[in-house]
C-alpha cells in the first residue's frame, strides 16, 4: 500500500463549479497536511497548511483532514482557468531535523471556459 | 516576497560527470531540502539539512550525493558522477523555525546523455 494515495486524473470542469480534489494515507503519524499547486515544469506553490484534523478556508480554497479515516480534501469554489495546475497533497510528521514531506502522485486540473 | 531561487534552470550532462545544482533559501530559515521529480511521477524527498548537517536523507540519496552549505546563504546538491536515471527536476526548499511548511524553488531541469 501506498503511504500516500491520488487519483491522478485528468479532472475536467467547467469555469464557475466546485472542485473537489482528495488523498488517503496509510501512515497514521503524519501530523501535518499541505496542498501544493504546480504549473507544467514550475516549482510546488504552497497553497494550503492544516495541523490535524478540521477545516481551514482561504478565500476560495477550503481544506479538510478527517484523521480518523485518513483523508484529506482540498475544495476549490468558484473554479478559474488560472486554477488549471496540478495539485499536489503532501505530508509530514516533524523529526527534530526538519520535516520530510511525502507527496501523492498530483492531480491534473483543467478549468475550462 | 522573498522566494528560493536555483541556477542553473536547465543542465545537460554526459554521463559520468559531476553536477552541482545550486539553491539561495529565503534568509532567515534555517531547514533546508532537496527533492526530485523524474518526469511524469511524483515529488519525492532526497535529504533534509539542518544546523550544518544532514538531519535526513532517502534510500535515493546514496555515496553519489552531497550537500554543502558553503556560506550563509548557499545550499548545494553535488552528484559526483551522474546516471542516466538522474535525468530529472531538482527541487530546493526550505522552511523556517517552528514551521512546517516548505517553500520550493522553481527547479533546475537536469538532463543526463
Known amino acids: 500500500q501506498k503511504e500516500v494515495e491520488q487519483d491522478p486524473g485528468p479532472l475536467s470542469v467547467p469555469e464557475g463549479a466546485i472542485v473537489s480534489l482528495n488523498c488517503t494515507y496509510s501512515n497514521s503519524a503524519f501530523q501535518y497536511f499541505m496542498w501544493y499547486r504546480q504549473y507544467s515544469r514550475k516549482g510546488p506553490e504552497l497553497l494550503m497548511y492544516t495541523y490535524s484534523s478540521g477545516n481551514k478556508e482561504d478565500g476560495r480554497f477550503t481544506a479538510q483532514v478527517d484523521k480518523s479515516s485518513k483523508y484529506i480534501s482540498l475544495f476549490i469554489r468558484d473554479s478559474q482557468p488560472s486554477d488549471s495546475a496540478t495539485y499536489l497533497c503532501?505530508?509530514?510528521?516533524?523529526?527534530?531535523?526538519?520535516?520530510?514531506?511525502?507527496f501523492g502522485t498530483g492531480t491534473q486540473l483543467k478549468v475550462e471556459l | 516576497e522573498p522566494e528560493v531561487t536555483q541556477t542553473p534552470s536547465h543542465q545537460v550532462t554526459q554521463m559520468g560527470q559531476e553536477v552541482i545544482l545550486r539553491c539561495v533559501p529565503i534568509s532567515n530559515h534555517l531547514y533546508f531540502y532537496w527533492y526530485r521529480q523524474i518526469l511524469g511521477q511524483k515529488v519525492e524527498f532526497l535529504v533534509s539539512?539542518?544546523?550544518?548537517?544532514?538531519?535526513?536523507k532517502s534510500e535515493i540519496f546514496d555515496d553519489q550525493f552531497s550537500v554543502e552549505r558553503p556560506d550563509g546563504s548557499n545550499f548545494t546538491l553535488k552528484i559526483r558522477s551522474t546516471k542516466l536515471e538522474d535525468s530529472a527536476m531538482y527541487f530546493c526548499?526550505?522552511?523556517?523555525?517552528?514551521?512546517?511548511?516548505?517553500?520550493f524553488g522553481p527547479g533546475t531541469r537536469l538532463l543526463v546523455l
Open positions: 503532501a505530508m509530514s510528521f516533524f523529526t527534530g531535523g526538519g520535516n520530510k514531506l511525502t
Open positions: 526548499a526550505s522552511s523556517d523555525r517552528g514551521s512546517e511548511t516548505q517553500y
Open positions: 539539512f539542518y544546523n550544518n548537517e544532514i538531519s535526513e
